[in-house]
């Protein structure tokens, strides 16, 4: 049902078929409150392009409105043709204290007015729940999803993640109800943390619910409607978001923001664009509940509207990062990213078009950059040398910049020269990988920044085995650098820039294989810079111009393939399949057996049959755990095929 | 001609009233090219609200048109009513190196057009043009700026400041420009600065000149029409923008937003409310110019009114620091204007309504907080006592979080508390002064505030005369703080309160002034803060409960008046007004002599007659250089009239 088109941080564009209308997602469902619909449900569809909307099951089913709605089904009722998700009282359960409803009760009641997706009824962990005690309730909310899945017939089915701040109890909870037969999974009990501005624990129980569900769900981030949050939450892989608050806000003569609420009568000019903003005067705004809801509407919309528009464009981290100067509070969550960056890092693609810009301190902290110095400490291998010298950062490229004065230094000192970046140390030869050269980087930093550059070196620097007393920064003679370093080489930059590269990309050791034989380079014409590796006379690499990391040829990948055991660099996929990966067919999830651990999304990869045996090289477009889960769409875009070795015999 | 209604650091909503209408500032003024008027000038004010166009004299004399603009005049000719500024042709000198034309002749051609706001031919500065050369252009800018004064007839002048990057020379082109008979200032020259994301060099210049110029003319900054830059320059003290760049960007396909530029062509989803994005769908907009320029209009137009809504709130240093962080040349910008403080703190005013949220690492250095540090160090006198107790800092305000724990501490040991926040030290007497009480801060800080905090309690605590042994930072026991500082007291808080406040306010020896004789106060019953101060029966001051400061009272004044010698605290005004503010009437500017070069927006005041008698107390809503500039708007507002002392004889 559910299935991603485009991919940013743990976000996605995905859509979901539904047999009344496709949604995409992120998406945005206002709530439609039976009982006071202040915008007609038809318009929200005409008027506010909405696709899906919610509604709540308890409360239909409780009032006046019980007969009406079980005589006409959900939709004519509402006079809405697309879907329509249906709450299921636990949120009441919250507010009340309790409802009077059974979860087979609201489940068969859904079903019977025509739900399009219905949700269970969850026991609402609250904030303040021990964890005993919401460890007890998630029990229970397992076990009644259980039930809701087996009742639900022809219902798409919501279930949901409870468990309070316990992160153990979130994952667990996660785990067990996305591994059953629902469609959607919802983050459930986080309205208390929103009223109350707790971001940062909003984070943590994003993370904590997404380590454990199936990522190829679409999850559900119930009762979060203030656009101050879609970007950060969509980041951490929230796809639906419903909206109350449009209406809610309107009663009470409030005006969303995308950067917060400001009560209507304290504004001679609200400073929007949107078409209420635009053709009424702020006054007869204010003193009208309907125009203001349409106004937080176009907020709202607008809001998903542009995470999607950051998602396409890969720019999310930074929407995110501008935002959270929006509240303190969600400056304190963008702080709490950092310490799941082991996390969230498996979902970050390799590299983007266009440049990263510095937003902040917390920039250097971004999930691509933790992956950088990881991958740089554990796969890169230092030359020899008897020291490094430390080059300020300066414009980017680096190696252009600097390239006379290395070349001189070089020659003198037995030294090997590395960028103190403020993302972290970058050795000379990896200066055109992304995002090192497409970084946007202010001329005067903070201190944090500058500090995190120092401790980033200096814990590269620590694992090198390069002594410290040989460090340089900038400020010896040649003469004083050659007395402590003396040697002096000729550098072939190159061949350098190549095996630094390779393994970077594709692990310690992998230059050795690719590289193996007589070497030779296409150069761009208009660049002057490495195009193709040639080795004995195949085309063994492309190098790309835009990331700075490599395309995989056919010879490329076959020399991985005989050097990296299973299942590095790998996806395995069913024998059945093989055929089509060598005729130049993509790789579809569904058919997709397992992959190396450590693939993430824009990797290039290697297609194996069960076997074991070569069938193709593609860049992936998920990482193991998606590969895995994903029943729809592509996991890898095979580049070629790679035609069935004659050395080895057909089995 | 100008007006000032509410302001916000250096900038200002104001009124600059037309023969043709009234236009509010900040005003954007959509550039009409004549040749290619790609949205009909009538469009502009009908459908987008503009007040107010700027068009091309050179171009309509240069062309074709120019016969048909000399028959109709300019406002038939574009098919506008309002008011319509003329640009002179200096911009066309920097962009094909000269033209051949005079300034009289371009004055001469502006008047015969009809033209309601004329611009002067002065030379442009490049950037790159040394001392010398500036300052030679700027001379000759300042001869053909008087020769168009003496030529305007009946038409209002615009005067040019150039001078480029020469902050000497700026400064001197603004204060001799805008001491003729112009009634707009505009700063030229910076089009190069904003092609090249120069906005730090945009802040000297703007500062510079700002610092030179008549503050009560309206600033226009030529060329700025990216809403990029809106913020920041109308918090400098811009008023008018002109844009061309909703006609250019759209002629190559690009849409403005507030945070930067980016190709239609890319998005699928502009992720903007505009009604332009609400209506069509986004490849209809790329296709078409037409849409492109309405979008962009859409979203600078909104840009300028979400300036006036911040300067209407109070916020536009947090709209300021938030959009920095689009790029990170806006960033370097931001950090360039802590080294401007000391003019910067000239504007700000004493207080606003509302909470001052932390933005960035930034925000500890906004005149506002660098005026508090200093109003400490040099107006609060410490408490006799054998050091400090330091009190991190906690929820706000502190007195009520620590009260408690204070009480034993005092009682223990001869220390004074003074809570390290990250604004700088604040003595536990001034917590509920704004902006301390009214701070929402994150709960976890980046390393660069948290030093800053750390330098700047330093740098007090050395002027104190405190020895630095007895810091204490919440670590020490009682037992080892009794050891330490001997002795223990008991302290009457709310007198400590009002001295402490009343000297932070008003100056050292404040306090001994208005507290001399038998003091007691009113407590407000719903909140037991201090509401009024009574000194022998007579009411002296008021504590307002949303600033912590004191509204003064007759009394008060009268004591104030006596202890402080002249200028301090006093407005001077004409000898014919003093009747008319002892009746309780609003000083305005145009009536003030002179004034306490400390006077600041909000601050209290004692008006005075030109011999220094007290006639009344006021609230200021001007610094010195503006009541003196002024000849529009209310420079203070009379709280109460104060009427002649008998004591005093007639003179």
Chains 1, 2 share one sequence.
Not at 359 to 364: D, I, N
Not at 426 to 448: F, G, K, N, R, Y
Request: net charge negative; glycine share 8%.
């Amino acid at each position: 049902m559910f299935e991603v088109r485009e991919r940013d941080g743990l976000a996605r564009i995905g859509v979901m078929d539904t047999a009344r209308g496709r949604v995409t997602t992120p998406a945005l469902l206002p709530v439609v409150n039976p009982n006071r619909p202040i915008i007609p449900p038809a318009d929200l569809g005409r008027r506010f392009h909405a696709e899906i909307l919610i509604t709540n099951a308890y409360i239909l089913g409780k009032g006046p409105t019980r007969e009406s709605v079980l005589r006409q089904g959900v939709h004519d009722f509402l006079g809405f043709p697309g879907p329509i998700m249906t709450d299921s009282g636990a949120f009441q359960s919250h507010v009340y204290g309790d409802v009077d409803v059974t979860n087979a009760e609201v489940i068969e009641f859904q079903k019977r007015i025509g739900s399009d997706f219905g949700t269970m009824l969850d026991l609402f962990s609250e904030p303040s729940h021990d964890l005993a005690r919401a460890s007890d309730d998630v029990d229970e909310t397992i076990r009644r999803a259980k039930e809701a899945a087996s009742l639900r017939g022809e219902m798409e089915l919501i279930g949901a993640v409870q468990g309070g701040l316990h992160a153990e109890v979130r994952e667990r909870c996660a785990r067990e109800v996305s591994g059953l037969d629902v469609s959607v999974c919802a983050i459930g009990g986080v309205v208390p943390l929103l009223e109350r501005y707790r971001f940062r624990d909003l984070v943590r129980v994003i993370v904590a619910s997404k380590t454990g569900l199936d990522p190829s769900k679409p999850v559900h981030l119930f009762g979060a409607g203030h656009p101050l949050v879609f970007p950060l939450a969509a980041l951490l892989g929230c796809d639906l978001f419903d909206s109350a608050s449009y209406a809610k806000y309107a009663r009470d003569g409030r005006m969303l923001f995308p950067d917060g609420t400001r009560h209507a009568s304290d504004l001679r000019e609200s400073g929007c664009v949107c078409p209420v903003c635009e053709a009424h005067p702020m006054g007869a705004i204010a003193a009208s509940e309907v125009l203001l809801a349409e106004h937080n509407l176009h907020v709202c919309f607008g809001a998903i509207r542009e995470v999607r528009r950051a998602i396409a464009h890969g720019d999310l981290w930074e929407l995110v990062e501008r935002r959270a100067r929006a509240h303190p509070s969600l400056l304190v969550a963008l702080r709490e990213l950092r310490r799941h960056d082991e996390f969230l890092e498996t979902f970050e693609p390799t590299s983007r078009r266009g440049a990263m810009y510095y937003v902040g301190p917390e920039t250097a902290h971004r999930p691509i950059l933790h992956r950088f110095r990881r991958r740089l400490a554990e796969r890169y291998v230092p030359p020899a040398a008897k020291g490094v010298i430390v080059l300020p950062e300066g414009e980017r490229p680096f190696g252009e910049r600097y390239g006379a004065l290395i070349e001189r230094i070089l020659e003198t000192a037995d030294v090997h020269p590395v960028v103190k970046s403020i993302w972290g140390p970058v050795p000379i030869e990896l200066d055109h990988v992304w995002p090192m050269a497409q970084s946007i980087v202010p001329e005067t930093l903070d201190v944090e920044a500058l500090e995190a550059a120092e401790v980033f070196f200096r814990e590269w620097a620590a694992g090198t085995g390069y002594p410290f007393g040989l460090l340089w920064e900038g400020d010896a003679t040649l003469d004083e650098l050659r007395l402590r370093a003396p040697g002096g080489r000729h550098v072939d930059w190159n061949a350098s820039r190549i095996r630094a590269t390779a393994d970077f990309q594709f692990g310690r050791g992998a230059s050795d294989a690719l590289l193996d034989g007589s070497v030779s380079y296409v150069i761009s014409k208009n660049m002057g810079k490495i195009r193709n590796v040639v080795v004995d006379g195949e085309h063994v690499l492309s190098l790309r111009a835009e990331d700075g990391l490599f395309t995989l040829k056919s010879e490329g990948a076959r020399r991985l393939h005989r050097a990296f055991a299973f299942p590095r660099l790998r996806i395995v996929v069913d024998a059945e399949s093989v055929p089509f990966h060598r005729d130049g067919k993509n790789v579809f999830a569904k058919f997709v057996r397992d992959a190396d651990p450590d693939m993430r999304p824009g990797d290039e990869a290697l297609v194996v049959s069960p076997d074991d045996e070569l069938c193709a090289v593609a860049q992936s477009s998920m990482n193991r755990s998606e590969m895995r889960a994903f029943k729809r769409g592509v996991a890898a875009r095979v580049r070629e095929g790679v035609p069935r070795s004659p050395s080895v015999p057909p089995r």
